[in-house]
């Protein structure tokens, strides 16, 4: 089976090989660290002695939501090694910022999944256990860790609608796959229902909640220290202007969101009233910047803070800053809303008890938004995705009436808070089980 997908895996390479060289002249993708990708890694994660745990996420968000884990794991093993492993660009940026405490050199990008990688990768690192945040599947780096005995824990697992459906034609393939691994705890018991389905083996499943729920636990130092630097870049420190924070936009909602700001600013009381956008993906900086100054408003960017600190609107063209954006905000909005993409996290702004807005698509994300829902910690609005005008308006409504209503802000902000302090948890269930496991393997 491996070396079916193997062969698969190369021949997948070829075809998509233009797809790959345009991507890497036009936005700079794949390039950086194409060397580790080929699992060449540096000498300062070469294996020293100390017992290593190698930790993996994709990107930006599962990289974020690690966090209370590492923290956790470093108090209780601090004899250990931690080692970091991503694979975008952006999710390497914010896994350099936020565990170089734990070691210089300790980040590299995710190998490319051929047994022959894999191989170099684990003799070079010699990892004790591998932590892979968020359903990855990866089978020739798990096939070769479980045939030199190291344990590989899924943590945070989640598996949506979409990929579900996918997922159990392969069932027979995955069921093998899964046997590689030494537990799956997953987010909800939605999700281990359908790993199970997938082909998991039941007694290899956990249910412990979702991490970012513990985010709060490790995040504060980093949030002031941000804060700090944003005020002073932004001009926000002694301003009664409202902001509303627009976080992980993405191609189609700018507009929409800069035609909802011109109705609000139209509003007396509100005429001041500014937005901060903060778009999904690094290379739409420049693009994004541009549809502002077309769409007739100044715009202040973060990486030139000598613009003027009066802009009405506000670009945070720098990653890892996000969630700390969200605390200056009157009203949150969330991306990936208003266009069929499902949505993006909307914890972010729950975490500091902001009232939040989002789009009709929320689909990446049932049982979060159906809690939310529940507790009355959301605002929605129900446009469709086919009528721009339409969303803009509605999403000047909503705006208007929060700005206008202090009280309503407070209560839509306690509630979305309120999810919070009800599902924390996660962290120390997990940190349980990677000790035993720990435990077990570096008494060998």
């Not at 996420?57 to 690690?66: D, K």
């Not at 941000?226 to 507009?255: C, K, M, W, Y």
């Not at 945070?316 to 809303?337: C, H, P």
Request: glycine share 6%; proline share 5%.
């Amino acid at each position: 089976m491996y070396l079916i997908y193997s062969i698969l895996m190369v021949a997948w390479g070829v075809i998509l090989l233009p797809v790959f060289l345009y991507k890497a002249w036009r936005y700079q993708k794949y390039l950086p660290g194409l060397k580790q990708r080929l699992g060449y890694l540096p000498g300062s994660l070469c294996d020293d002695g100390r017992p290593t745990i190698w930790f993996h996420s994709c990107s930006v968000g599962e990289t974020l939501s690690v966090q209370p884990l590492v923290h956790a794991l470093h108090e209780s093993f601090p004899e250990a090694r931690f080692v970091f492993s991503t694979i975008t660009n952006t999710g390497q940026v914010i896994a350099r910022q936020r565990f170089v405490k734990y070691g210089e050199g300790n980040t590299f990008f995710f190998p490319i999944d051929l047994a022959s990688v894999a191989k170099r990768v684990l003799a070079w690192m010699k990892p004790v256990m591998i932590v892979i945040i968020d359903t990855e599947i990866w089978p020739n780096v798990l096939h070769q860790a479980c045939r030199r005995k190291i344990p590989v824990i899924l943590v945070n697992g989640r598996v949506s609608a979409a990929s579900f459906r996918y997922y159990r034609w392969a069932r027979p393939a995955l069921r093998r796959v899964f046997m590689n691994y030494r537990v799956l705890m997953m987010k909800s018991e939605e999700d281990a229902l359908r790993i199970r389905a997938m082909g998991a083996p039941a007694d290899k499943i956990l249910v412990t909640g979702n991490l970012k729920y513990d985010r709060d636990l490790v995040e504060r130092e980093v949030s002031d220290l941000q804060a700090r630097s944003l005020t002073e870049a932004f001009g926000l420190n002694g301003t009664d202007d409202p902001l509303i924070v627009a976080g992980s936009t993405h191609p189609g909602e700018e507009q929409i969101l800069l035609d909802a700001l011109r109705r609000v600013r139209r509003t007396h009381g509100l005429e001041r009233t500014r937005m901060l956008l903060v778009p999904r993906h690094p290379e739409r900086f420049d693009s994004v910047a541009d549809l502002v100054a077309r769409a007739g408003f100044e715009v202040q960017r973060r990486t030139n803070p000598a613009g003027a600190s009066s802009a009405p609107v506000l670009l945070l063209d720098t990653l890892g800053e996000l969630a700390t954006a969200y605390r200056f905000a009157a009203v949150a909005f969330v991306g990936g809303t208003l266009i069929h993409h499902g949505g993006q996290s909307i914890l972010e702004p729950a975490l500091y008890a902001k009232p939040i807005v989002i789009g009709p698509s929320m689909e990446n994300f049932p049982q979060i938004i159906d809690e939310f829902r529940s507790r009355g910690g959301i605002r929605q609005i129900s446009a469709p995705v086919s009528d721009k005008t339409a969303q803009a308006e509605e999403l000047s409504r909503e705006f208007i009436a929060l700005l206008k209503d202090p009280a309503a802000r407070e209560t839509l902000g306690k509630a979305a808070y309120s999810v919070f302090e009800n599902n924390r948890g996660a962290a120390r269930m997990t940190v349980g089980k990677i000790t035993e496991i720990y435990n077990e393997v570096t008494a060998r």
